[in-house]
């Protein structure tokens, strides 16, 4: 029998952070999250959605003319059956990538998917609720993400990298928090101190706002 899953939106755009940035993407927005972090943008998919099958959820992929899907929330791998579901998207021939916290366990998720997956930043009051058993699972495929809002968010966040060799294991990502920490200073902090780090921004922030579904 298929399983079900809460989805709060499917929808098509263009990747808006991550080495994909600006390729057209369809977005699966699983519901639910245990985290309550302070940035959050998404807060929308807490709760609610709809029930759909693996199947069901598939058939409105096709829709779309694009080979790459993301999976994000909320927190994804707080359903169950968001890893088979994944790897029916594998198996249908899409490139599939995860958008997780962090907090839960990624050692089941199919080494063909691509996980972006966050350390929480002390700004974001969910630091403690960081799986540091995760790091061993990322590839270099992967991506680790810090979205820094403030000076110890960026120290903390620099002395990660030296304490778990994140750059010599996966992409990492530096991304300011919108309204809060200006992208510039975040850009100049990581030149002055000769990061190896990617910089990013929410490309679709700046294109749509926060528009739901975009």
Same mark, same amino acid.
């Given at each position: ?57 598939? =058939? ?65 009051? =969910? ?33 990660? /990298? =030296?304490?778990?060799? /994140? ?5 990492? /990502? ?13 850009? =100049? ?17 700046? /294109? ?7």
């Amino acid at each position: 029998m298929d399983q079900l899953l809460r989805i709060t939106e499917i929808f098509y755009s263009l990747q808006g952070e991550t080495n994909t940035v600006g390729i057209p993407t369809v977005f699966i927005r699983l519901t639910g999250c245990p985290l309550r972090c302070s940035y959050c943008d998404t807060a929308y998919a807490f709760s609610g959605g709809d029930k759909l099958s693996h199947l069901q959820i598939i =058939e409105q992929v096709q829709r779309y003319n694009t080979r790459h899907v993301t999976v994000t929330g909320g927190e994804p791998l707080a359903q169950p059956s968001c890893n088979a579901l994944m790897v029916s998207l594998l198996d249908a021939g899409y490139q599939v990538s995860l958008e997780t916290s962090g907090a839960l366990d990624v050692a089941g998720v199919d080494r063909r998917v691509v996980k972006v997956m966050d350390l929480k930043t002390p700004s974001s009051g =969910e630091m403690q609720r960081n799986c540091y058993e995760n790091i061993q699972y990322l590839t270099d495929r992967d991506q680790v993400k810090f979205v820094i809002a403030d000076d110890a968010d960026y120290q903390w966040s620099k002395q990660q /990298l =030296e304490e778990h060799y /994140l750059p010599g294991r996966c992409e990492v /990502l530096f991304s300011p928090v919108m309204g809060t920490m200006s992208p510039a200073e975040l850009a =100049e902090r990581i030149l002055a101190d000769q990061l190896p780090v990617r910089f990013q921004i929410q490309l679709h922030k700046y /294109l749509w706002n926060d528009a739901r579904g975009k």
